[in-house]
T-cell receptor, first 116, second 113 residues
Framework: AQKVTQAQTEISVVEKEDVTLDCVYE???????LFWYKQPPSGELVFLIR??????QNEISGRYSWNFQKSTSSFNFTITASQVVDSAVYFC?????????????FGDGTTLTVKP | GAVVSQHPSWVICKSGTSVKIECRSL??????MFWYRQFPKQSLMLMAT?????????EQGVEKDKFLINHASLTLSTLTVTSAHPEDSSFYIC?????????FGPGTRLTVL
């Protein structure tokens, strides 16, 4: 069975601080996808990144960066110079590949509050 | 990129009525669609998997007679919440897959009074 653990339930930082959201996953599949989503108070899921299991390259997109390490089954997300607009619930998700692509297991989410 | 829409985006209904939620893949054919439910301050949980032209597969604990899923075409799946009750109030999100990866819709917020 697949499992995603986001150990940090809530994080509160002051604007301009860097913050890292942790994600640890479990799967027996050799091919899988990892995602991060942002869910603002309005509720819609905002796609941030998708990473397949064969691509361990770290990625940077503006103030966002992701560190994927298969050796530790982790896919951590860092926001640099956080802003108030970053306040949201962030979900890490693990998705099967192949015929079940799109079947995702979500972590419990981390609520990030960025204070001015 | 692939776009998935849901309609309506929010709905309020009276207890005992039925509500239909649509999930459409706008620019690709989805062989499989997944329905998730998210209660307030909780994570998203998979409810069911639907394949075009066949019966949906429900996760343990999800009542198939209450949550009717129809995947009549490669671009449309519907979730009908029958005889809705206040405890069914939730955020319902679909994901559509064309076999390689899935794409999430924006979600539908259901409030049952």
């Amino acid at each position: 069975a697949q499992k995603v653990t986001q150990a940090q339930t809530e994080i509160s930082v002051v604007e301009k601080e860097d913050v890292t959201l942790d994600c640890v996953y479990e799967t027996r599949d050799t091919t899988y996808y990892l995602f991060w989503y942002k869910q603002p108070p309005s509720g819609e899921l905002v796609f941030l990144i998708r990473r397949n299991s064969f691509d361990e390259q770290n990625e940077i997109s503006g103030r966002y960066s992701w560190n994927f390490q298969k050796s530790t089954s982790s896919f951590n997300f860092t926001i640099t110079a956080s802003q108030v607009v970053d306040s949201a619930v962030y979900f890490c998700a693990l998705s099967e590949a192949g015929t079940n692509a799109g079947k995702s297991t979500f972590g419990d989410g981390t609520t990030l509050t960025v204070k001015p | 990129g692939a776009v998935v829409s849901q309609h309506p985006s929010w709905v309020i209904c009276k207890s005992g009525t039925s509500v239909k939620i649509e999930c459409r893949s706008l620019d690709f054919q989805a062989t499989t669609m997944f329905w998730y439910r998210q209660f307030p301050k909780q994570s998203l949980m998979l409810m069911a998997t639907s394949n075009e032209g066949s019966k949906a597969t429900y996760e343990q604990g999800v009542e198939k007679d209450k949550f009717l899923i129809n995947h009549a075409s490669l671009t449309l799946s519907t979730l009908t919440v029958t005889s809705a009750h206040p405890e069914d109030s939730s955020f319902y999100i679909c994901s559509a897959s064309q076999g390689r990866e899935g794409y999430f819709g924006p979600g539908t917020r259901l409030t049952v009074l």
